[in-house]
């Protein structure tokens, strides 16, 4: 693929909510985020002129922020806390009742518990993506994404059931 910087900036705004999402999930503080954000952009933009159509953009940028995501927490060497993040990101639910805030709450940090591979994969599967593209995304099989989100889905149970005593 030829490497046009227009074009990318134009791809990259459209989905970096993708960016966003990634950022809010393995960073807890607004300053990792924003450093984790633009560490993102920076590998995209690296591995553009990589990218092989043969996949949807979007599955490409989700392997590239994810990766990027991990390596930083390896370099960081420390285990990160998601707690401030989602007791103050994930409370502000309008639309929600106390109740339904209190669950989303509870689950999110059931979520932050999990290591950083299960928590990308259930990320994905919560924004409804298929196996098919969890797979490509994770660069494992379908058939291990369907075993590994049974056993998330368990765990997650399991820590939200815990909570509740």
């Keep these: 693929m030829r490497f046009d910087k227009r074009e990318f900036t134009k791809i990259l705004e459209e989905n970096k909510g993708i960016i966003h999402k990634v950022s809010l999930l393995y960073a807890d503080n607004p300053e990792d985020r924003a450093d984790l954000f633009q560490e993102i952009c920076f590998q995209l933009w690296r591995s553009y002129g990589s990218y092989r159509e043969d996949a949807r953009f979007s599955t490409w940028m989700y392997r590239v922020a994810i990766n990027t995501a991990i390596s930083q927490i390896r370099k960081r060497k420390k285990d990160i806390s998601k707690e401030e993040y989602y007791s103050q990101n994930h409370t502000s639910y309008t639309t929600d009742t106390y109740e339904e805030r ?64």
């Design 102 to 165: 209190d669950q989303k709450e509870k689950l999110f940090r059931a979520i932050s518990k999990l290591n950083k591979i299960d928590k990308a994969i259930i990320m994905l599967w919560l924004e409804e993506k298929k196996y098919e593209e969890i797979a490509e995304i994770m660069g494992i099989s379908k058939s291990n994404v369907s075993v590994k989100l049974v056993r998330i889905k368990l765990s997650l149970a399991e820590k939200l059931k815990g909570s509740e005593k």
